[in-house]
């Protein structure tokens, strides 16, 4: 399935599929919550806590890793964001928020 990456309201990325590579989006260096919305469904998954003030004018990519609920293999990775910087390495697992 494709999702949109959301923060708050607000679409930052729509309609992106396995594989998908989109163009850099400029946020500002805030604490957000993101969110991936399935598209053609009432699914979203997260929030999740993006703190990007110790990024202010570096370029980050976020990658969603993992699965949508596993149907078939319960053993299969849940999805989740994870960010990553222009020097690579290990990437910043972005935590859930609590409700």
């Keep these: 399935p494709t999702v949109d990456l959301r923060t708050g309201s607000t679409t930052i990325f729509t309609y992106l599929s396995y594989g ?4 850099y989006s400029e946020i500002d260096p805030a604490s957000i919550p993101l969110t991936l919305r399935v598209n053609n469904s009432a699914l979203s998954i997260g929030p999740y806590t993006f703190d990007a003030t110790n990024f202010a004018g570096r370029a980050l990519t976020i990658v969603v890793s993992g699965f949508l609920p596993p149907l ?28």
Excluded at 20 to 23: F, K, P, V
Excluded at 80 to 91: E, H, K, N, P
Excluded at 93 to 99: D, K, R, S
């Design 20 to 23: 998908d590579i989109s163009a």
């Design 72 to 99: 078939t293999n319960p053993d299969d990775p849940e999805i989740g964001l994870v960010a990553y910087t222009a020097a690579g390495g290990t990437g910043l697992v972005l935590p859930p928020v609590n409700n």
